[in-house]
């Protein structure tokens, strides 16, 4: 059973992941918009992977004996000025999820649940590839500069990342 205080952080917590694939489907719509098929497509599935991660957490706190609540959204951005820019965005974000994770691992171990605080492992461990992979892209970007040809390699070759291939380094180059 879930105490009060774990239920409203790991509620405050499904709502992060919940706004976390609103951010990234509205950056996906603004790259498709743009005509950045391949960034569009990377964001498409980054968005879809959030929802998971909020339904993971859902079927947590239902399970366990709480009530996962699903609640108003911030809405997010709706234009993102660059695709630089937008990436340094969702790295930013990414840290700021990691952030919100660590404090919500603090809390299960104040609160002594040992099983949510094992559950949560598999976030602590996301977080860490999500962080490598959006570091990944920003050194791209670096690489690219203002060449065109390089953008429209990356545009092609982002579609292929993906958490998996960054944390290996098996991504393309
Ligand atoms: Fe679910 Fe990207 O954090």
Redesign the pocket.
Known sequence: MLSKKVEAALNAQIRV?AE?SQVYLSMASWAEVKGLEGIAQFLYRHSD??RM?MLKMVKYVNERGGHALVSDLAAPATDFGSFQKLFQELFDH?IM?SECINNLVHVTLEEKDYATHNFLQW?VA??IE?EALARTILDKINLIGNDKGGLYLFDRDIQQLSVDSAASGTGPA
């Open positions: 992941e976390s992977e959030e991660h990414e999820v976030y996301e977080q999500e």
